[in-house]
């Protein structure tokens, strides 16, 4: 298990561009350690209560992914809290950089949890956030109620890890926001070749920021890096075994997986062996869509909020 949370994964996609909608209130809470952490908050729509959701980015990404979901469940009557993980968006980074981890990640949800009052939630992950979903299911299982994984899964492909540790970290700076669209869509086209000039400028605002003027960056900490493991020119980062944080999540819960057609990072032959692990999980694949899909297409939030209308 420790070798699992030596590696962070993460996402590579983003939104489509689309009307503004509303951004959340600003939370600011203390992790276990006294780090400065960041959330948007949701409020839901009037109605019968539900059970709040929780939004959980990917590795290199911070809670704008989740601007145009956010909202949509809120009107159907949710609370939602979309986070900054540490090292990311308005989160304060790490002097520690040890510290970038699932197990660390998940006991700063723990600490948000007690903080706002909310004592069960479903939750909504996309590749890293499934990973800290996950353990979060080992350490606190009774905080979930829930889950949606958006490409991620219990084996981590080999081929999608080394193609993450070959950019993370690893981005120059960019002089205009024009560029930054082009240095996101250098990263992540190719999984996503559906999105328009005009969504590459929205994913560059989305996950960079300005440092300075003319000078942008991705909008999270280059350190955490260094949780994948050096390696010689032409060898791959390992496949990584996520079986038992799985098995500790799918265990009586409600779960929807959502894969894209052509993610590098969960295979089509874990996602069926999830599925007989766990017949009660919902499926969507996501065709010609590659690690990960930006849960604004159609087809994504229809199928979450139908997910979210059968769950507590």
């Known amino acids: 298990m420790a070798n699992i949370f030596q590696r962070m994964f993460g996402g590579a996609a983003e939104a489509r561009s689309e009307a503004p909608a509303p951004i959340g209130v600003a939370r600011h809470w203390t ?29 290199t990404r911070n809670s704008k992914d989740f601007e145009g979901l956010a909202p949509a469940i809120a009107a159907a009557g949710r609370r939602v809290l979309s986070l900054d993980v540490r090292g990311r968006g308005q989160s304060a980074r790490d002097p520690n950089v040890s510290n970038y981890n699932p197990a660390v990640y998940a006991g700063d ?33 009774d905080l979930i109620a829930g889950a949606v ?22 981005v120059e700076p960019a ?65 990584a075994d996520l079986w038992p944080l799985f098995t500790a999540l799918s265990i009586a819960r409600p779960l929807l997986l959502i894969r894209g057609g052509t993610s590098d990072l969960l295979t089509a032959a874990t996602a069926d062996r999830m599925q007989a692990a766990a017949p009660q999980m919902r499926r969507l694949e996501v065709a010609d869509t590659g690690h990960a899909p930006t849960l604004d297409e159609p087809e994504c939030r229809q199928a979450i909020l139908d997910f979210l209308a059968d769950a507590p």
């Open 175 to 239: 002089a205009t926001w024009a560029e930054a669209a082009m240095r996101a869509r250098a990263v992540n086209g190719e999984a996503l070749p559906h999105l328009t000039e005009a969504d590459w400028m929205t994913f560059a605002r989305r996950t960079w920021r300005e440092e300075a003027p003319g000078r942008l960056m991705p909008d999270y900490d280059p350190a955490i890096a260094e949780a994948f493991s050096p390696l010689p020119p032409g060898q791959s980062q390992p496949s």
């Open 31 to 59: 992790s276990p350690d006294g780090l400065s952490l960041f959330a948007r908050d949701y409020a839901g729509a009037a109605g019968e209560a539900r059970l709040p959701v929780i939004c959980l980015h990917g590795l």
């Open 109 to 141: 949800l723990a600490a948000l949890m007690g903080a706002a009052g909310i004592s069960r939630a479903i939750f909504v992950g996309t590749s890293m956030g499934g990973i800290i979903t996950m353990t979060l299911a080992t350490m606190r299982p």
């Open 149 to 170: 994984l958006n490409d991620i899964g219990a084996e981590i492909a080999s081929e999608g890890l080394t193609r993450i540790a070959g950019y993370v970290g690893k």
